[in-house]
Nanobody, 118 residues
Framework: QVQLVESGGGLVQPGGSLRLSCAAS????????MGWYRQAPGKERELVAR???????NYADSVKGRFTISRDNAKNTVNLQMNSLKPEDTAVYYC????????????WGQGTQVTVSS
């Protein structure tokens, strides 16, 4: 079993910054992808950013240049540094761990609220 514990999030003004962190525990093996998804009210969950255990990254077009994802493979942690935040970034952010299998196996954190508002 795998558990994901998130921290960070909160209320920030437009243009501000926040950092999300996630720690995974349990039976974790490679290859895997750790990342962040978000879901705004009335919208589907969408990928924000993810990083593969080998180091390659993917970002949503809407966050490129503003968000940076990083991971520590030894500690099974992933961080998301969010800069230049916009009101449209407001959502519940979920940490994810995906084992790259056929079919893939996904685990999710409980979610953390990010609100960007003046």
């Amino acid at each position: 079993q795998v558990q994901l514990v998130e921290s960070g999030g909160g209320l920030v003004q437009p243009g501000g910054s926040l950092r999300l962190s996630c720690a995974a525990s349990g039976s974790i093996f490679s290859p895997n992808a750790m990342g962040w998804y978000r879901q705004a009210p009335g919208k589907e969950r969408e990928l924000v950013a993810r990083v593969i255990s080998g180091g390659s990254t993917n970002y949503a077009d809407s966050v490129k240049g503003r968000f940076t994802i990083s991971r520590d493979n030894a500690k099974n942690t992933v961080n998301l540094q969010m800069n230049s935040l916009k009101p449209e970034d407001t959502a519940v952010y979920y940490c994810s761990l995906q084992f790259i299998l056929n079919p893939p196996k996904n685990y999710w954190g409980q979610g953390t609220q990010v609100t960007v508002s003046s």
